[in-house]
């Protein structure tokens, strides 16, 4: 290595540890590269982290143990598998990750630290590949990348949104309400979260059987104007997932008599369309329904 290389690479060990990254992260940010000589992945990722660090040109500095000679640190850590890489600055590991990682997201990971890079946008482009990833049917891709974001982002609605969505479609239910719960107070009436929020809400009630939603929708038929049995039609509906069908029954109770019942059925319309979406076709279709009713 050159001696301006040294300035920021070297070799580290369990004894000089406090020294070279705990106080000297102080003063820099400091990368540790857990390796050892046996580790395929480890001998790619090592060259490609050194020139994103190098790229810095000094504003970053890396560490490298192996972990063969030096098990100490590591086992603190909760090192198990490895490369395994952690960031530290003002004395505190503030980044990290496992496994190897393609050059563009070293890069990344590296400006992050250094302040080069804008973690609130990186955020937002994982968002948008999380998005991409949904609608090409890989729910898992996208959870990852939502999970970065809010790693970047703790306060991106969109990306706790679309997690908690994820968490609802595997069907991790509880996963998602405790998701939602942690949310920031500034991101807690944000759209996308209220929109999750009445989703939970729309399925916290009990799913009926099939038999009770036929004889529910057998009274309905028999007596149309019982409003009553249509909305509870329109919950047991809604319960199983066919909001479109619930919104039926909810906007034909509010052309009949919009106040019954404390205006029950328009209320938890406004929720199906909430936890439906803005764009969604179910609320699109509906509201536009809605409002021919309500100000014909």
């Known amino acids: 290595m050159s001696e301006a290389t040294l300035d920021v690479i070297k070799d580290g ?23 050892a000589p046996w580790c395929g992945p480890c001998k790619q ?31 603190q850590l909760g090192v198990r598998s490895i490369p395994a890489v952690f960031a530290f600055k003002d004395g505190k590991p503030v980044d990290g990750f496992q496994g190897g990682q393609p050059e563009s997201e070293l890069t990344k990971f590296i400006g992050r630290l250094s302040g080069a890079s804008d973690p609130i946008a990186e955020a937002a482009e994982l968002v948008a590949r999380a998005k991409d990833s949904l609608a090409a049917g890989d729910p898992g891709g996208a959870a990852q990348d939502y999970a970065q974001a809010l790693t970047l982002d703790d306060k991106n609605p969109e990306a706790m949104a679309g997690l908690a969505r994820v968490y609802i479609e595997s ?48 009274a309905v038929d028999a007596k149309p104007d019982d409003l009553d049995a249509r909305l509870e ?13 619930a919104v039926e029954h909810l906007l034909y109770s509010i052309a009949k008599n919009r106040s019954h019942k404390g205006e029950a059925a328009r209320l938890f319309l406004l929720t199906i369309f909430e936890a439906e979406g803005p764009t969604s076709e179910v609320s699109i279709e509906g509201r536009r329904q809605l409002s021919s009713i309500l100000f014909a």
């Open 233 to 245: 039609l329109a919950k047991a509906l809604a319960a199983s997932g066919r909001n479109g069908e």
């Open 45 to 75: 990722l090592m060259p490609a982290l050194e020139r994103a660090v190098l790229g810095a040109k000094g504003a970053v500095k890396m560490v490298k143990i192996n972990i063969d000679e030096n098990p100490g640190v590591a086992g």
């Open 171 to 218: 069907g991790n239910e509880a996963g998602a309400a405790d998701l939602i719960a942690s949310a920031d107070s500034s991101i807690a009436d944000h759209p996308e979260i209220a929109a999750v929020k009445s989703q939970l809400t729309i399925i916290a009630q009990p799913a009926p059987a099939p038999d009770e939603t036929a004889e529910l929708k057998a």
């Open 13 to 35: 060990s369990d004894a000089e540890f406090m020294a070279d990254v705990i106080e000297a992260s102080n003063e820099t940010p400091v990368v540790v590269d857990f390796w």
